[in-house]
């Protein structure tokens, strides 16, 4: 199983790597056995309807999908590829513009071959939810993660 401070670091560095996660600007708040917890901030680029001023809704999806990726690695023994094979996404209501937006996610259930995570996107507390996730990932196996480590140091 993966320490506390393996799945940390490992958070920490995916979400400076990933192309989306930069662009986004999401940042690590918290990684450990029962979660991930990321934060995206409130960036006027990310503005879904001006009117409004709150954020796209695929910027909600793509945080709430790294998140429950980040969040199968709760569970793993080691470090191997899981891309998302399904994803649903709940959007719920709309943020408050010039707020940041927390994803919180869990790996609930792990076979030979999946992950199965669920969480939820806030402003201010979990049970006040944006959106609502369910993901599945696929296990592709470690061998597919050298590239990736590689890239990571």
Not at 32 to 53: C, H, K, Q
Not at 61 to 76: A, F, K
Request: aromatic fraction near 6%.
């Amino acid at each position: 199983m993966l320490t506390e401070q393996q799945l940390t670091d490992f958070a920490s560095n995916f979400v400076k790597v990933i192309p989306h996660c930069l662009h986004l600007n999401m940042s690590l708040v918290k990684a450990d056995r029962n979660g991930i917890e990321l934060e995206m901030p409130y960036d006027n680029r990310l503005i879904g309807n001006p009117e409004t001023g709150v954020i796209h809704s695929g910027a909600i999806t793509t945080l709430m999908d790294s998140c429950c990726g980040i969040s199968v690695y709760t569970r793993m023994e080691q470090l191997e590829a899981c891309p998302t094979l399904d994803l649903r996404i709940d959007h719920m209501t709309t943020d408050q513009p010039g707020k940041p937006v927390r994803a919180f996610a869990e790996a609930y259930h792990i076979t030979r071959s999946m992950v199965f995570t669920r969480g939820v996107a806030c402003q201010e507390h979990r049970d006040q939810p944006i959106a609502h996730a369910v993901g599945t990932f696929m296990r592709i196996g470690q061998h597919s993660m050298k590239p990736v480590q590689e890239h990571m140091q």
